[in-house]
């Protein structure tokens, strides 16, 4: 049987709704304003590597044919702190000029700097961003909107899009069609957004189409920053539980800037730290109003009850939060789990810090420079990641942990760069993906504060959480969907020989490879189907 595919936390409309949405009408006209159309990519960026830049990772399209078969969409109204400060009278190619201004060095800034500028953004959304018009709240409803367009339709073709095609679009797109079927021709297709868990199960069960399940990225989405009052906030909490056709799956709380509600972990690596306003309220605890909306979110009254009133509960990510504010956060888990209320802990595109604690990152954080490891020097050790004591409340909430593939995110550093130039067995390879791996499920097993039984949960724990689209770097072997095989077929053989050394207690109870297959098909799928049954509200 063929591997399916999820993906905990990706962006699989990203490129073609921020082409589209300054200009609709043309896309409408020309029968492209769909989720399914694919934004024409650089094959050779594709080839060598690259940084998600000017190609795309994990479209509709490369979805279906990668068979992944469930993706956690996330929706995400592109943070102003990315597009502020440019000079509109630089040149008439302003965007490409910043870029040409910043980018210091032939490898450039790594996603977490300028992601909207690698996508290539026509200039007159770059305008619009920077403009007083640009409303998250609004931007957040109107991606709604497109990723509702076609949820439950089944296109016989999707259309391609080629930007300033000099021979004209069709032939352009014909062209890239006969080249690349794989990441440009879906036939036959369909995704679905459940309304509910019956639909969900339904569509789960349809291996002929894939399921949509809805994110958000980022609370700044609810319009935090232009509220008059925090019951405004509250108020958009319920639209969306109230009034959207679908419910949305979780809320990774914090992203790259100040939300006016919890503190944001470090995360723009380089230059970025002086082009990017990140410090108002970066590495800090919660706000004034940020823990009642994160309660409300959850369902839960001012007592930390659950209120059926305030609607289905919404899960928290807590990736890009601050340990500071991770450390508030795990206080309201722990006392709903005693009253026998668990709330699942995600952390949903992560890596392993190598940490003990929340507080030593809250007592290492000035050390978060670029390349900053753990002391073993594999894991990168920003408070971005998750350390022992996330993994512990992830373990005993029956959490879910989404590898990220960012190659940065994963502990990949400059040094590593220039000497897998020359060694046989490069660094940036399954080594990678495989080192963070053994890292949370070593994490685990040595934790004194879980029970045994306890300690091998963490296997059903993991799963894949990309961030493609995002703009990630990605691990250089798997740069997009359709590289999930390989990547699997690749940790196979690297478990598989992992197993047999003599110290690898973690590992005895796969007895052959076959087992390690199987647990393998559970990180690709299973794990993160298995969460969704038991999660799914409604």
């Known amino acids: 049987m063929k591997r399916k595919f999820s993906d905990l936390h990706c962006h699989n409309h990203m490129r073609a709704h921020f082409q589209m949405q300054e200009k ?17 990519s ?22 279906w044919n990668s068979n992944l078969r469930l993706t956690f969409n996330s929706l995400y109204p592109l943070e102003r702190q990315f597009v502020l400060g440019m000079d509109p009278k630089i040149t008439e190619d302003k965007w490409y000029h910043f870029l040409a201004r910043i980018i210091l060095g032939k490898s450039g800034l ?14 007159k959304l770059v305008d619009y961003f920077q403009s007083s018009d640009y409303d998250y709240w609004q931007s957040l409803n109107r991606e709604k909107d497109f990723v509702w367009l076609d949820s439950g339709k089944r296109i016989a073709k999707n259309e391609i899009h080629v930007s300033s095609a000099k021979l004209g679009d069709k032939k352009a797109a014909e062209k890239r069609a006969k080249e690349d079927p794989k990441s440009y021709i879906a036939e036959n297709a369909c995704y679905r957004i459940p309304k509910d868990r019956q639909e969900l199960e339904q569509s789960l069960s349809n291996d002929q189409e894939i399921t949509m399940v809805i994110t958000i990225e980022g609370a700044h989405a609810l319009g935090t920053d232009r509220v008059k009052s925090v019951q405004d906030i509250s108020d958009r909490v319920q639209y969306i539980k109230n009034m959207w056709e679908f419910p949305v799956f979780f809320l990774t709380f914090a992203h790259h800037f100040d939300n006016h509600l919890c503190g944001h972990a470090h995360s723009i690596p380089g230059m970025g730290k002086v082009l990017m306003k990140q410090r108002p309220h970066m590495n800090e605890g919660f706000r004034r109003n940020g823990h009642r909306i994160i309660r409300e979110i959850l369902g839960l009254n001012s007592k930390g009850d659950r209120d059926e009133s305030l609607g289905y509960r919404i899960l928290i990510d807590v990736k890009h939060m601050a340990a500071r504010s991770r450390k508030e956060y795990y206080e309201l888990v722990k006392s709903c789990l005693t009253k026998g209320d668990r709330i699942p802990v995600i952390g949903s595109h992560c890596g392993y810090s190598g940490i003990k604690s929340l507080q ?6 000035k050390l978060e ?4 490891t753990d002391p073993s020097g594999k894991f990168n050790a920003w408070n971005i990641n998750l350390c022992d004591e996330d993994v512990e409340l992830i373990i005993k ?18 040094t590593d760069i220039k000497e897998d130039k020359t060694r046989q067995n490069k660094r940036n390879s399954i080594q990678l993906i495989w080192e963070n791996i053994e890292g949370f499920v070593k994490s685990a097993y040595q934790n004194s504060n879980l029970t045994e039984s306890e300690k091998s949960n963490i296997w ?21 969907a359709l590289s999930f095989e390989f990547m699997a077929n690749d940790l196979v053989e690297v478990i598989d020989l992992a197993r047999k050394e003599s110290t690898a207690h973690h590992l005895h109870h796969f007895k052959n490879q076959d087992e390690v297959s199987a647990w393998v098909d559970d990180f690709c799928y299973y794990n993160a189907e298995s969460f969704l049954k038991e999660n799914y509200p409604g």
């Open 24 to 40: 609709k009408k043309k896309f409408l006209r020309k029968g492209e304003f769909s989720p399914w159309t694919v934004i024409a």
């Open 110 to 123: 790594r996603r977490d700097l300028l992601q909207s500028a690698y996508m290539r953004i026509p200039d």
């Open 460 to 480: 059903k724990c993991l799963t894949i959480g990309t961030d493609f689209e995002g703009l990630i770097d990605p691990v250089n072997p798997y740069p997009t």
């Open 360 to 365: 030593d990152h809250i007592d290492l954080e």
């Open 42 to 63: 650089n094959s050779k960026a594709v080839e060598d590597g690259k940084m998600g830049a000017s190609y795309s990772q994990i479209d509709l399209v490369k979805c």
């Open 369 to 372: 420079k670029d390349d900053y």
């Open 397 to 414: 909430t029956r959490g879910l942990i989404g590898l990220s593939f960012d190659q940065r995110i994963l502990g990949i550093t400059s």
